[in-house]
């Protein structure tokens, strides 16, 4: 296997995603609970909203045609927010309030900073056009429109329109059950004393952040020596709890690389080794069929390939139905001199030059290092068998438009 030409990047992507069903279980959930989640049915528009034309300001509602002789007008009504009202008496206005619905009769509204009042009799100081500021019934949802798909990842604007229409309580997907495992006899908690060719596990917590972000559950988060047995056995143990294993390290060709050689074992390797740096040694199957997403051990590595191979697998398995992350063209400020067969994913910050937005490089961008990824605020993508002068333009994907 080691001989076959490396995958790229997008084959990987619809050979993964082709292999991996979306589930179609839903749970209910109180809409105050649902930041994060994912609609599992669509949310039609119950009944127009606002359910009715109401004023946009606080002022007077009134016939545009009675202010036509220019004389002023009585007031004859009042209406707060809250109530429903009676038709304004023809040749009146009604003082209103921002939010309240308009009376029977009244068609535009005046803000209250655009009139005078004089013993009682309203005049309007400015020009009124037919119906300024009235927002109109359904206007921002009509009944019968979807409101929200299927599929879609709910943020605060999802849960305010959810409330709009009235639901208390949501159908979502259930969160993804995610096993995750670090790999290494070199690894070792932070908090405790390193020994001699110790390192401390910082993929453990990187990756409990970028899965609490994506939403995911983790359900299992385990340190594994470098030993094959028990680095089966604990996959197999894990697969039955879990919609997805995600592993960091133990992919590439060394000995005591057993995450690849187990999935091999298994007859369950289908993919390993992407045309991208950093992330080579990338493999991925499944194990008692729950699929298993082998990511290399360098931490640089982890966070681009979770980026870029992972969210996408678990957008997939979430059942969202967001649009492909597209990220902006930027033009570089750093040559790339060598060529490489592998697409490359290099840590970079925005900046702006002249107003002009710009890319800087980090200096140091070898997977081994989360100093440089701390700095970035995204990835620039160096196409294959491409060399970049200052001034080029890249696909600049920031962290959060990948982390989305
Ligand atoms: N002969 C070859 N050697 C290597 C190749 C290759 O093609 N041929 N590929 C290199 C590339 S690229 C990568 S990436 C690494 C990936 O190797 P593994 O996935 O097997 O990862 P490990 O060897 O287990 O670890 C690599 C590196 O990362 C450190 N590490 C691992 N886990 C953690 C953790 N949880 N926290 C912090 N650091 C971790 C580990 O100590 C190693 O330094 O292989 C290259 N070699
Ligand atoms: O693929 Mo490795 O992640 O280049 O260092």
């Given at each position: 296997m080691a001989d076959k030409p490396l995958t790229r990047l997008e084959d990987a992507l619809e050979q993964i995603l082709g292999q991996v069903p979306v589930p179609d279980a839903s749970e209910t959930i109180d809409l105050a609970d649902s930041l994060g989640r994912v609609l599992a049915e669509d949310y039609r528009v119950?009944?127009?909203?606002?359910?009715a034309d109401n004023s946009a300001v606080d002022g007077y509602a009134l016939?545009?045609?009675?202010?036509?002789?220019?004389t002023p007008i009585a007031i004859s009504n009042r209406i707060p927010a809250g109530a429903a009202p009676s038709a304004l008496t023809p040749g009146t206005a009604a003082r209103i309030f921002t939010g309240s619905e308009i009376p029977e009769g009244a068609d535009s509204v005046v803000m209250q900073e655009n009139t005078q009042l004089e013993n009682g009799s309203l005049s309007v100081t400015s020009a009124v056009t037919l119906g300024q500021n009235i927002r109109r019934r359904g206007q921002d949802l009509a009944q019968g429109a979807l409101a929200l798909p299927a599929g879609t990842r709910i943020r605060p604007q999802e849960m305010g329109l959810l409330a709009s229409i009235g639901h208390a309580h949501l159908s979502v997907r259930p969160r993804l059950k995610v096993a995750f495992f670090s790999t290494g006899d070199e690894l070792v908690s932070p908090g405790q004393a390193l020994g001699p060719g110790q390192i401390y596990n910082s993929n453990r917590f990187m990756l409990a952040g970028l899965l609490a972000e994506a939403g995911c559950e983790l359900v299992t988060s385990d340190t594994l020596k470098d030993v094959r047995e028990s680095t089966r056995d604990a996959l197999q143990r894990a697969a039955s709890g879990a919609d997805l294993m995600i592993t960091t390290g133990?992919?590439?060709?060394?000995?005591?690389?057993?995450v690849r050689a187990v999935m091999e074992e298994m007859g369950s390797l289908s993919l390993w080794r992407l045309a991208i740096k950093p992330g080579k040694p990338l493999a991925f199957g499944k194990i008692s069929g729950t699929p298993v997403l082998g990511l290399p051990g360098n931490p640089g590595s982890v966070l681009a390939t979770f980026l870029m191979v992972g969210m996408p697998l678990i957008r997939h398995l979430q059942g969202r139905n967001d649009p492909n992350i597209t990220g902006d063209r930027v033009a570089v400020?750093?040559?790339?001199e060598k060529t490489s067969i592998r697409r490359e994913f290099l840590r970079v910050r925005r900046a702006k030059v002249e107003e002009r937005p710009v890319l800087e490089a980090h200096p140091n961008q070898g997977s081994g290092l989360l100093s440089s990824a701390c700095w970035a605020d995204g990835l620039a993508v160096v196409p294959e068998n491409t060399t970049l002068e200052p001034g080029d333009l890249v696909t600049y994907l920031s962290f959060e438009e990948l982390l989305r």
């Open positions: 119950p009944a127009d909203v606002p359910p016939r545009l045609a009675d202010l036509a002789d220019g133990g992919v590439s060709v060394g000995e005591e690389d057993h400020n750093f040559p790339v």
